[in-house]
């Protein structure tokens, strides 16, 4: 059993995700410990089945630990410290299992809501969201109803949102969980592309470990007690 | 994050005094006049003359009695029916079907579900007539005393008759909680009777959630005005429809007797819900009993069969007496032993409608601000604790069961004594205020459980795409929600128009409703009159409930995720 901040190379320059030395807690009880970096445009993939706290440690990233769930330790992003922010300042972008496509707007109006609002002028918001559709094969799918779209094509449209919010990091939550086998891959190797072609840190959650591989970056594995492997590359 | 029980905060200390407030202060200014305390009036000495007054009066003994009798036999049947039929039948078509008719009856309006049962079941009703004169022999109506018989029996049936529709829609909501339905199955598949089975594994699950309600229903039912007052009986009366007579009485020494009177109702409320939960220890500990000896009642079929039959006699007799109601707005003479009017006349039913217009504005108006008070009021609530990150509370949930846990006319009283002394009395906003104490507490019931269920992730997504509070709350939470918030709305504005007592005693006969208006004319016999304005207490609801059906179909038309099924 290593400790994994001892493994991971700190990044030494300021633009990367740090977790420094941060523990969640379950009413007192240690659910885990994880003290890295994950410099940009690589990922880091944190693997463990359902109850090993790895979506308590995506709250406490991104900002919504629930009460019952203590955590000690620093959140940086950039050389800003999240830790006390609240979710919508952090610029960290999420993306779940399901891809949570706001169900009363269009395909469009769901991108719509993602551009920051200092970006003026509502030509300019359309085509900047038309333009994020065509980059995912989706154009002209403005307009429709999210719920009419494949599952593959509704995580597509959410990977866009997340990104056209402009974030500094990418938190995945199994977002490719509910895909069937034919799109995993595919839609996979999209959302690793964007990542990296914007330079992002990406925190990785999977129970899946072609997921793991295939993201190519660090492994930290909770089951396995606190092991890191190091992936090729 | 902010820790999350620290200071509360000012929607919820907002709501504590909505609710808290006018009770308090009208328990107050019930008990101050019962012991001879009413400076207003010019009773300035505290005494026991009112209670002397009181325990004079003859046949208070059997008003009392007459109160806990009718009003636990009601609380108790109803709740038998529905336990009954929900053992015997959930989750099979039968079931569906029948829910399926009940959810609209409850918002009928206690007045308006009255005056029909008793169109219904009248010696000259529409029962006897249907029978008349082919198998009984009657050529004019029998002189039998149906309605208001001295035992209370028709006012218990009318009672039940709109209290199981309530306690079913409570018993409904709390099946739809996880995994309710698999102990069912457990049960039965460890060789349980479905009775047996739902009474031993599943409704301990579901009893804590129907419990409030269930006591609700008691406090409601032994202190019920409207209703008595159409179908109860008269020599003497229950003990909450004789305080109101006190209470108008022109000699205002009966005002100081009145009060007392309140105490004794509370008394007697209180009494019947003492031996309603001396029963419930007595029921659980058979149950759990019958079940440790593994009796498991395999044959279940007459039980099952009851249950359904109680059920189904419940909703015809709602759906029949809400159609008689139609009818005899539109009668213009019907006579005995006919089962139809022989003529009708609508224009007649248009006059009554000219006539009463002030009293429809006023009901529209008063259900109107005050389901638009309510149910801002919750969504403020319940936002201001979401982004708090307060979970549901127990407190809170008695907190708003309160108002609904003592006898209206227990604070009624007070608070009419205290506008008065505020030169309040008689005032819309006043009027609306009271309303509000009942209407709240059904919003924060509608409204609460459907936007618990909401999933969490969604406002996940939006605050890490970058979404304020403010921004996310309106452009996701609230459309998301918008089918309940309307339906909430409907519910709302269904309660105010439905409101009998604190429209009589605050409005003072200066804000008239078509509530009061048609307990007051149902009283005087005119039946066609009456049915008018019953049908009118029925349509305001049912407007609303139809807008809240109809705005998210239109608004989300093209949004197949926002059907119906998300709420």
Redesign the interface.
């Known amino acids: 059993m290593k400790d994994p901040g001892k493994t991971t190379q700190r990044a030494p320059c300021a633009r990367s995700l740090v977790l420094d030395k941060v523990t969640v807690r379950l009413n007192g009880l240690p659910l885990l410990h994880i003290d890295c970096a994950v410099s940009p445009g690589t990922i880091l993939t944190i693997m463990g089945e359902s109850g090993s706290g790895k979506s308590s440690l995506l709250d406490f990233v991104a900002g919504f630990l629930k009460p019952d769930f203590q955590a000690t330790g620093r959140v940086l992003l950039n050389g800003r410290d999240l830790t006390e922010l609240p979710a919508q300042e952090r610029r960290i972008g999420l993306m779940f299992q399901s891809a949570l496509l706001f169900p009363h707007l269009s395909v469009l109006q769901n991108l719509l809501f993602a551009i920051p609002a200092g970006i003026k002028g509502s030509e300019l918001r359309r085509s900047m969201a038309e333009k994020a559709l065509e980059d995912v094969g989706l154009a002209g799918f403005g307009a429709r109803d999210p719920a009419t779209l494949s599952g593959g094509q509704q995580t597509r449209v959410a990977l866009m949102r997340t990104l056209l919010a402009e974030p500094e990091a990418l938190l995945l939550d199994e977002p490719f969980s509910s895909l069937d086998r034919n799109r995993r891959a595919e839609v996979r190797a999209l959302v690793f592309r964007l990542a990296s072609e914007n330079n992002l840190p990406v925190l990785l959650v999977t129970h899946d470990r072609e997921d793991a591989e295939a993201a190519g970056g660090d492994i930290y594995d909770l089951d396995a007690g606190s092991a890191l492997n190091t992936a090729a590359g | 994050?902010p820790?999350?029980n620290a200071r509360p905060d000012l929607p919820t200390v907002l709501a504590t005094g909505l609710l808290l407030g006018p009770v308090l202060a009208g328990l107050a200014g019930t008990l101050l006049p019962a012991f001879g305390y009413l400076p207003v009036l010019g009773f300035d000495t505290l005494n026991l003359d009112a209670f002397r007054q009181l325990v004079a009066t003859p046949g208070l003994s059997r008003s009392a009695a007459l109160s806990f009798g009718t009003g636990l036999a009601t609380s108790l049947l109803s709740l038998a029916i529905v336990l009954l039929f929900t053992a015997g039948w959930s989750g099979t078509k039968t079931f569906r079907r029948l829910s399926r008719f009940l959810s609209p009856l409850l918002s009928v309006p206690h007045a308006a579900a009255a005056i029909g049962l008793a169109f219904l079941i009248a010696p000259s009703g529409f029962l006897v007539r249907l029978l008349s004169p082919w198998a009984t022999g009657w050529s004019r109506p029998p002189d039998i005393l149906i309605l208001q018989d001295p035992y209370g029996l028709s006012l218990t049936f009318a009672l039940v008759a709109k209290e199981v529709p309530f306690l079913f829609l409570m018993t409904l909501a709390a099946l739809n909680r996880p995994h309710v339905q698999e102990y069912a199955k457990a049960a039965r598949s460890l060789g349980y009777g479905r009775v047996a089975g739902f009474l031993t594994a599943v409704l301990p699950q579901i009893y804590p959630l129907i419990r409030l309600p269930m006591l609700a229903v008691i406090a409601y039912a032994t202190s019920v005005v409207d209703v008595a007052e159409i179908l109860g009986p008269t020599t003497p009366p229950p003990l909450a429809p004789r305080l109101v007579q006190w209470m108008n009485d022109p000699d205002l020494a009966k005002r100081l007797m009145a009060s007392a009177g309140t105490l004794l109702q509370l008394a007697v409320s209180a009494a019947a819900l003492l031996v309603y939960l001396v029963l419930e220890k007595a029921v659980s500990a058979v149950t759990t009993a019958s079940s440790t000896r593994g009796w498991r009642f395999r044959r279940d079929r007459a039980l099952r069969g009851a249950g359904l039959v109680l059920m189904a006699l419940v909703a015809a007799a709602m759906v029949l007496s809400m159609g008689l109601l139609g009818l005899w707005s539109v009668a213009k003479s019907w006579w005995f032993p006919a089962a139809l009017p022989q003529r009708w006349d609508a224009a007649r039913a248009g006059d009554a409608i000219g006539m009463g217009g002030p009293a429809l504005l006023a009901t529209v108006l008063l259900a109107i601000a005050a389901a638009f008070a309510a149910t801002a009021l919750t969504l403020w609530l319940l936002e201001t604790r979401n982004t708090h990150?307060k979970?549901r509370s127990r407190r809170l949930n008695a907190l708003f069961f309160m108002p609904l846990l003592i006898p209206q006319i227990g604070f009624l009283f007070g608070l009419n004594m205290l506008f008065l002394v505020m030169g309040l009395n008689g005032s819309f906003f006043a009027v609306l205020l009271a309303h509000l104490v009942f209407v709240f507490p059904y919003a924060y019931l509608a409204l609460s459980d459907p936007w618990y269920r909401l999933?969490p992730?969604?406002t996940?997504?939006?605050?890490?795409?970058?979404?304020?509070?403010a921004r996310?709350f309106w452009?996701?939470r609230f459309?998301?929600l918008?089918r309940p918030v309307l339906v909430t709305f409907a519910v709302a504005a269904a309660v105010s128009v439905g409101q009998y007592l604190p429209t009589l005693l605050i409005g003072a006969g200066r804000i008239v409703t078509v509530t009061t208006e048609s307990v007051a004319l149902a009283s005087g016999g005119n039946r066609q009159v009456a049915a008018v304005y019953a049908v009118l207490q029925l349509m305001i609801p049912l407007a609303g409930f139809s807008l809240a059906a109809l705005i998210p179909s239109l608004v989300?038309r093209?949004?197949?995720?926002?059907g119906v099924s998300?709420t």
């Open positions: 994050m820790p999350g990150q979970n999933d992730r969604y996940k997504a939006a605050s890490s795409l970058g979404a304020s509070q996310i452009q996701v459309p998301l918008l989300y093209n949004r197949t995720a926002m998300r």
